[in-house]
């Protein structure tokens, strides 16, 4: 039988239908969220990521602003943008575009930010509080996860996720929100990587496998095993003669093959993207609901 596909977008449109209500509360008392976007540079991908963002905050009704910064921007000239939207009350939340110019300090960057407005989550303050099970703002893509699992039926309680990748913006994160000891998660929790030992025997043993790794079609169907629900992270361009602008994107699964033995499985596109998106608004506003003094 074949895999239930877990749609982004329709999970998606479940959360923004919960934070438009939010959102009208937050106006009634005059407070519209506003989020902000630092990029510096002219990656493809950064841009195209940065105006999906301002389409999303359009069609909630959010405040959106974006400062552009040149790929020869000096780091003082980001940390003054930093500086400029922690002190902006009309900025709840904001980021700053990963990757930056190879001549910034990123984690400089984000030391400087606002903890109370980290809308991607990658303060070390707000780390840690996910860490210890007290969050304000999770990280988007692995909360974005979190809540598709949940919403298309398949909590993670008491099953053996196997998360291959450990990068700080998915993996390590997603294997802290799922472990921890509250509804939702419970989950023991595997992290793999490209040193890892007998990588598929491990992969085969996941009830839940999460593919992050950035590896197109990685993922093969003697990995996965009957049953297992798969959730496919990665993004990647690879070239396609056969297609309009001669490349497509995959995911790290090998979408066909897997799909024959999962019991739900995710597809790129259509995926996680449009969770990530999603989960980045849900940021804003809890963080226009605590300036407001509202229950988030």
Same mark, same amino acid.
């Given at each position: ?16 239908? %919960? ?24 990656? @493809? ?63 400089? +960057?984000?030391?400087?930010?606002? @903890? ?22 999770? @990280? ?69 496998? +999460?593919?992050?790794?950035?590896? @197109? ?8 095993? %009957? ?70």
């Amino acid at each position: 039988m074949a895999a239930k596909v877990i749609h982004g977008p329709e999970v998606a449109e479940q959360i923004r239908q %919960e934070l438009r209500v939010k959102i009208a509360q937050l106006k009634e008392r005059g407070t519209v969220p506003g989020l902000a976007v630092v990029l510096a540079g002219e990656d @493809p991908a950064s841009q195209q990521y940065v105006r999906n963002k301002v389409k999303a905050c359009q069609e909630l009704g959010l405040h959106s602003r974006t400062v552009l910064l040149p790929d020869d921007a000096s780091e003082a000239d980001v940390l003054n943008a930093v500086d400029e939207l922690n002190s902006d009350p009309a900025i709840h939340g904001f980021l700053v575009q990963l990757p930056l110019p190879k001549h910034i300090d990123e984690n400089k +960057v984000i030391m400087r930010i606002d @903890p109370s407005k980290d809308a991607d989550g990658f303060h070390p303050i707000n780390v840690g509080r996910m860490l210890i099970g007290d969050p304000v703002f999770l @990280p988007a893509t692995p909360s974005g996860i979190q809540e598709m699992l949940l919403r298309s039926g398949n909590d993670p309680d008491g099953k053996h996720v196997v998360i291959v990748g450990r990068s700080n913006i998915v993996g390590k994160p997603l294997a802290a929100i799922l472990m921890q000891k509250k509804k939702g998660a419970n989950a023991t929790v595997t992290v793999c990587h490209s040193r890892t030992r007998g990588l598929a025997d491990i992969v085969r043993t996941g009830d839940i496998v +999460v593919a992050a790794i950035g590896s @197109p079609g990685f993922i093969t169907a003697d990995m996965i095993k %009957e049953g297992a629900v798969v959730i496919d992270v990665g993004t990647n361009r690879v070239d396609d003669p056969s297609a309009k602008r001669g490349y497509r994107w995959v995911g790290d699964v090998d979408f066909d093959a897997v799909s024959v033995k999962a019991s739900a499985i995710t597809p790129v596109p259509g995926g996680v993207g449009p969770m990530t998106i999603v989960m980045l608004m849900k940021n804003t506003v809890t963080a226009a609901c605590r300036a407001a003094g509202i229950e988030r």
